[in-house]
Each structure stands twice: as structure tokens, then as C-alpha cells.
């Protein structure tokens, strides 16, 4: 026979006793349907997930639309179900766990798809014998609805659990547009005791809405003490949605009503393995860039404690919750109610875009708290005098709470401003969005640019950044709101300058898109520089001007006469004297500033003297001579005023001209002499000249003398070729 330990016999006598005392239904009959239960469906607009316990194979879900009498069109779900039970002992991680009641049932589940919208249904759970009819409104549109948020009901007995029960029928009379009740936490006193699971669903209220748990501290203990085990007692009740964080499902999810986000987090998982803080904060940033809702609220049982340890691992939320704006964070355990203000990087923000408000609801049980000073500039509110819940009302220009008491009393109200549209921007396309975004230098200062990303991101982009060439990210992390801004300024750029950016998009798909942008900054305001003229009233003619510089751009000035270069200033002077000035044409003088890039950035200038027509002619267009002859062609000029005429060959070898024009034939050939008027050099005039030996009659006597005797002649000849060009200034 088997032996049985102390313990192991007061856990059975307890047992009889609590069956005595509580008939929780521990095999005392067989049912077909209990624990009903509903749970919002990720999109409760067209789904709602139901759940309940079974002793008999092949139960069903039958529902209609609310309005319809009896069931004859009801629609039929069959359940999913599979085996269910705990031990009486649980060991695991080097402890024992202990439990109450969860003995070998059905557990089942079904996801209805497809609802209408905007539609009151009724539904009941059987084979053969129904269970009372339960209710849940879907969702769909943006139209003002109400839900209902209260934390810590932790009863310890049925009547006990009244509490909760009584504060829901009173605020359904207070507001009978609620369409569920958000709990963060602490439903029951002891999750692994099966008595407390029956006292919870005894009371009506659970068939009136779906209702959203946050896992508390109490779901986690086993049925004996303090002794911390897992989500799996609240997930044995529930059907939330499956997705949540991976090592956290069931009591981590997220789901949507209307236009509003509901995201729930387990904090009680990371007591029992610390890891799960981050995974879940890693889920949450991911629920945040793949879901766009006007309004976003956190449910979580454990806060982070207010106001929060800025280096405490656990306030990393409160970053999470300023990076994606969140609206509201709802929490419990305290049993201490308090809302704080808005609050932004660790204080009260004065910005009324940005801000997230904390809201513990203090207890809807018999467990009440102690309040504590706290620090009064975070809060607006705290107390704790009573069992209370809060109707929130949601329109789509912001958010109402009304905290009441068991009596319908008003213990809070406070709104709470929408940060975003209730839609996102409709007719979206990527690439005309991309087009969209602009990189410009500001008018006014051009060592800033705007980075403009639009207005057409709302709902469907995380994120605008510019990356620099030394990856700088220029942008927000996350865009929550589309009254935050949808520009950033850059700052410190530097004039003349060409910045190369990678334009970075990330859309609400997940797919990310990458383009080069450019900006080119403009030079800089020098100021300006003005009143140039030409003073001729002196020995030299001296150009001057005035400089009215803002800053240290200009680094030089040049000045040019005629286009030549004259002379470079420093960048104090304002006068120059000037020299090289033609009197027989108009000379252009002009001033040119030099910035510190080496452009030229201002240019003026002045005109002085006139242009004078000259002409210049030889008498004929061609001359001949002998060689050794010279000739000397009178050269006209008109006007005659005093200017000097040059002159030169195109071939010395045939004929040369001198300083006076003479021109004098050296060898037998052709070339052109050239008149010109030194300051003017354009004006010319040519003559072509002719050199011909004469013809000589021959002298019988002459001997010839051979070789050498041409070759003195050559010499001789050759001596000629030494030609010189004169040059003479001739008046006329």
C-alpha cells in the first residue's frame, strides 16, 4: 500500500473541505460548457476569440446578431479542444508548484472571423445544453464608443468578487455604450487555485463584454503562497490573440477597436525569467511600426514605478512609450490610484504633442492600498478611498476619462487630446510620397536647410532619415504623429559647399527604400559694393569706390583695364590709381571681388575716352626694286593725330624696312611690308613688294673665274641678308 506524506494528506482533507464549502465543479458533474469566456480578437471589427471548458467531446459556439429572437439562424463554430489538467504538484526550475482543481477537462477555443462590423452579437457555447447567452460588440468605424479599465478586483471569496462585478453594472448605467473592459491585473487572488476561477466566472459581468487581462503577480502564484509559476493558470481562461512576444503568448498581445490600440504586456513574465523584458520591448517596437492607430494605450500589472529611476533597466519603457507616443499607460498592483500629467523624457512636458499619461486604477476588490506622497509636479491626481472603475469615451478628437465609485460618484475626470488624424492619409503611393520629400536651403539663413518630408506619410511610413557621408542620421527614429512636424532643420552648414545624403525610408510594409539626395549651399551675403568711379581730375586717373561688407567672404579685389590684369587689392582698400589707358579709344576699367573660395562675386566697371577711327594706306598696293634698291612709299593717316607708326617685313631675306618706312630690296622674291599704329595695332595697311634682278648685257671679255670666284659673289651677296627693322616715330 502506498504511503502518504503529512502534507500530501492535508492537501486531500483541504480539498474535501474546500468541495464542501466551495462547489467549484471538480468532477461533481459532468458539463458541457463553463468558464465561457470572451476575448477580443485582434482586428474587433470582424473578430472576437471565445474560449470554455468541457467535459463531453463536440461542443459548438452558435451566435447571431443580437437582435435576432432565438437561434434558428444561428451560425455554428465547432470548438477546437484538447485535453487539459495540471498536476497537484508542478516541478520545474528547481521548485515544487502546487494547485487546486485543474483536474482532467476539455479545454476549447474558437476564432470567429468575418463578423460585421459595427454589430451587437449574441452567442452561446453547447452540444445539448447551452450556456446562458453572452454579448460582444464588434468594432468599425471611428465613431465615439466607450470601454471600461479597472485593475485588482483580487477577491477571495464570491462575494468578495461582487465588487468588481457591482462597479461594471454600474458603469454600463453610467454609460451603456461600453464595448469591453481592459484589466490589468490581479483578477484573482491565487491563479493556481481553481476556486478563484470559479468565483470570477460567477459573476454576470463576464457575459456583458469581452474582457482584456493583463497577467498580475496573483495569476502567477501557485495555490499554496507567494510562490511565482507561470501565465499558463490565466491562459487556461483565456483566448487572447497569438501575438504576442514568442516566449510570451497568451498574456502579451495586442488588438484594435476602432481607431484605437490596445497593447498588453506581461510584466510579470520577466520575475521568472528576466529575458522575457526584452523580448517583450523588442515586440512592442515591432506592434508599433507594423500598426497605425490614432490612439495608442499600454496595459501592463506592475508600472515602473512613479516617478520612475531614470537608470532603472525596467524605465527603458517609458523611452519606448516617448519614441512611439504613446497616449496612456494603464497599470495596477499599488492599489493606489493616481494619473500623472503627461510626461516626456523623464518629466512633466510642456510640449502638448508630446507626453505620455501614466494611470494606476487603484483596486475594484476589498484589498485597498495606502497612498504615499510621491512627488506632487508628476501628478495630477492620487488617492486611495475607494473600489473604482474608469469609463474611458473615445471620439476622434481625444480621449474622456470618468473614474466613478461603487455609487456612480465622480472620483476623476481628465482629457486627453488626439496626437494624430483618425485615418491615414488615403491614395498612397510610395514613389509619388518619395518624390515628395525635399532637401532645401533655408531664404533667410544659408547655413541652414529644411529636410521636409510631407505630408502624406501619416499611417503608412516609420521613418524619413537623411544618412551623411559620415553617417550622421538626420530624422526622427519613429514618425508617431502628425502634428509633431514633418520637417527638421540642419544647421552649421558651411557656404559653397555641395552634401551628399542617402535619403532612407522605412514604410509601415517593412520594406525600406534608399536614394541619394543633394544639397548645394549657396555663398554666403558679402554685403555690397557700390559707387565705382573714375576721378581724372588728378595727374593719374584714380578709380574709387565704397565697400559695405557683413562679414569676411570678400578676400581680394582685382582691377582690369581693358580686360588685362592691372593690379590685386587687399580687401580694406578703395581706390586704386590707374595706369596703361589708350587716349584714341573708350577703356573699360573695371573692379572685380574675389571671395574666399576664389569666385568672383561682384563685378562693376567704367568707361573713359572714345573710340577714334583710324585709317592707314599705302599709295599703291605693290612696289618692284632691284635688290639693293629702296624706295620709300608715303603712308597716309587719318586723322592725323600723334601716334606712332611700326613697320616690318614678312621676309627680311628679300626686303627689309626701316624705322621710316624705307624699304629696301635685298634678294630676288616677294614679301609684304606691313604699316601699323603701335596703339592701335589693329588698324594696318600692307604693300606686296616685287624684288627682280635687272638684266645685264653680257661681256665677251669677261673671264670666268671658276668656283671660288661664285663663291666670293655668293659670299657678298649673303653679307646682305643682315637686315635690322627700324622703328621711328614719325608725326604728321
Not at 474535501?16 to 480578437?41: C, D, H, I, M, R
Not at 468578495?160 to 462597479?167: I, V, W
Not at 455609487?407 to 482629457?415: K, N, R, S, V
Amino acid at each position: 500500500m502506498k504511503k502518504f506524506s503529512a502534507f500530501t494528506l492535508i492537501s486531500l482533507v483541504s480539498v474535501l473541505l474546500l468541495t464542501l464549502v466551495f462547489p467549484v465543479g471538480l468532477n461533481a458533474a459532468v458539463k458541457e460548457s463553463y468558464f465561457v469566456f470572451t476575448s477580443p480578437g485582434e482586428d474587433m471589427s470582424t473578430e472576437m476569440n471565445i474560449s470554455w471548458h468541457s467535459d463531453v467531446e463536440g461542443t459548438f459556439v452558435q451566435y447571431a446578431p443580437a437582435d435576432e429572437e432565438g437561434w434558428n439562424n444561428a451560425v455554428r463554430v465547432d470548438g477546437e479542444c484538447k485535453p487539459f489538467s495540471l498536476p497537484e504538484e508542478i516541478h520545474e526550475r528547481g521548485k515544487i508548484f502546487r494547485t487546486i482543481g485543474f483536474t482532467e477537462r476539455n479545454r476549447c477555443t474558437v476564432s470567429l472571423k468575418d463578423l460585421d462590423p459595427n454589430t451587437k452579437y449574441k452567442y452561446r457555447v453547447g452540444k445539448t445544453t447551452f450556456s446562458e447567452p453572452s454579448y460582444f460588440w464588434t468594432g468599425g468605424n471611428v465613431e465615439p464608443f466607450s470601454f471600461l479599465f479597472f485593475t485588482d478586483p483580487q477577491f477571495f471569496s464570491d462575494s468578495t468578487a461582487r465588487t468588481f462585478n457591482n462597479l461594471v453594472y454600474k458603469a454600463l448605467e453610467v454609460d451603456p455604450d461600453i464595448r469591453f473592459s481592459v484589466v490589468t491585473g490581479d483578477i484573482v487572488d491565487r491563479g493556481g487555485d481553481m476556486n478563484y476561477w470559479n468565483w470570477l466566472f460567477n459573476q454576470p459581468c463576464l457575459k456583458e463584454m469581452p474582457y482584456a487581462f493583463a497577467a498580475g503577480n496573483h495569476e502567477y502564484y501557485d495555490a499554496i503562497g507567494a510562490n511565482v509559476y507561470s501565465n499558463a493558470f490565466m491562459n487556461a481562461f483565456t483566448n487572447y490573440p497569438a501575438n504576442g512576444a514568442p516566449n510570451v503568448l497568451g498574456s502579451s498581445y495586442y488588438f484594435k477597436y476602432n481607431n484605437v490600440l490596445y497593447v498588453v504586456v506581461d510584466s510579470e513574465a520577466e520575475t521568472v525569467n528576466v529575458a522575457r523584458r526584452q523580448e517583450q520591448m523588442d515586440w512592442f517596437e515591432e506592434v508599433m511600426r507594423t500598426n497605425h492607430a490614432q490612439y495608442i494605450t499600454v496595459y501592463m500589472h506592475t508600472g515602473i514605478g512613479m516617478p520612475p529611476n531614470r537608470n532603472n533597466a525596467k524605465a527603458r519603457w517609458l523611452e519606448l512609450f516617448d519614441k512611439y507616443g504613446v497616449d496612456i499607460v494603464m497599470t495596477g498592483h499599488s492599489h493606489v490610484y493616481f494619473r500623472t500629467k503627461p510626461i516626456y523624457d523623464f518629466a512633466p512636458s510642456t510640449d502638448p504633442d508630446r507626453g505620455t499619461i501614466y494611470l494606476e486604477g487603484g483596486y475594484s476588490g476589498p484589498k485597498a492600498g495606502t497612498t504615499s506622497p510621491g512627488n506632487p509636479t508628476w501628478f495630477e491626481t492620487r488617492f486611495a478611498t475607494a473600489p473604482s472603475v474608469t469609463i474611458f469615451q473615445v471620439t476622434t478628437s481625444h480621449l474622456s476619462l470618468r473614474t466613478i465609485d461603487i455609487t456612480g460618484f465622480h472620483l476623476d475626470e481628465a482629457t486627453i487630446p488626439a496626437k494624430r488624424s483618425p485615418l491615414p492619409a488615403s491614395g498612397f503611393e510610395k514613389e509619388s510620397y518619395l518624390d515628395s520629400i525635399s532637401l532645401t536651403v533655408d531664404e533667410k539663413d544659408p547655413t541652414k536647410a529644411i529636410f521636409y518630408w510631407g505630408n502624406k506619410w501619416y499611417g503608412h511610413v516609420n521613418y524619413a532619415q537623411l544618412i551623411g557621408e559620415d553617417e550622421e542620421v538626420i530624422g526622427h527614429d519613429y514618425l508617431y504623429s502628425n502634428r509633431v512636424g514633418n520637417y527638421v532643420t540642419l544647421t552649421g552648414l558651411e557656404s559653397n559647399k555641395t552634401y551628399n545624403y542617402t535619403l532612407k525610408v522605412e514604410f509601415k510594409d517593412g520594406t525600406v527604400v534608399e536614394r541619394p539626395m543633394t544639397l548645394e549651399t549657396p555663398k554666403l551675403p558679402y554685403g555690397r559694393i557700390e559707387n565705382l568711379e573714375l576721378d581724372t581730375s588728378g595727374e593719374k586717373p584714380l578709380l574709387t569706390w565704397f565697400a559695405f561688407l557683413e562679414n569676411d567672404q570678400i578676400e581680394k579685389y582685382r582691377v582690369l583695364v581693358n580686360d588685362e590684369l592691372l593690379t590685386e587689392l587687399e580687401v580694406g582698400a578703395m581706390s586704386c590709381e590707374i595706369t596703361g589707358l589708350d587716349p584714341y579709344r573708350k577703356n573699360v576699367i573695371k573692379l572685380e571681388a574675389v571671395d574666399v573660395s576664389g569666385d568672383v562675386v561682384f563685378t562693376d566697371f567704367v568707361e573713359h575716352g572714345e573710340d577714334v577711327e583710324f585709317t592707314l594706306a599705302y599709295p599703291e598696293d605693290e612696289i618692284e626694286l632691284e635688290p639693293g634698291k629702296s624706295k620709300t612709299p608715303a603712308v597716309s593717316l587719318n586723322p592725323k593725330l600723334d601716334v606712332t607708326i611700326v613697320y616690318e617685313s614678312s621676309d627680311e631675306t628679300v626686303a627689309t624696312v626701316d624705322a621710316n618706312g624705307k624699304i629696301t630690296a635685298v634678294a630676288e622674291g616677294e614679301a609684304t611690308i606691313t604699316a601699323k599704329i603701335l596703339e592701335r595695332p589693329d588698324v594696318v595697311a600692307t604693300i606686296k613688294v616685287k624684288v627682280t634682278a635687272a638684266e645685264e648685257p653680257e661681256d665677251p671679255g669677261t673671264e670666268k673665274k671658276g668656283c671660288f670666284g661664285s663663291i666670293a659673289a655668293f659670299a657678298g651677296l649673303g653679307s646682305l641678308g643682315l637686315i635690322v627693322l627700324f622703328r621711328r616715330r614719325r608725326r604728321f
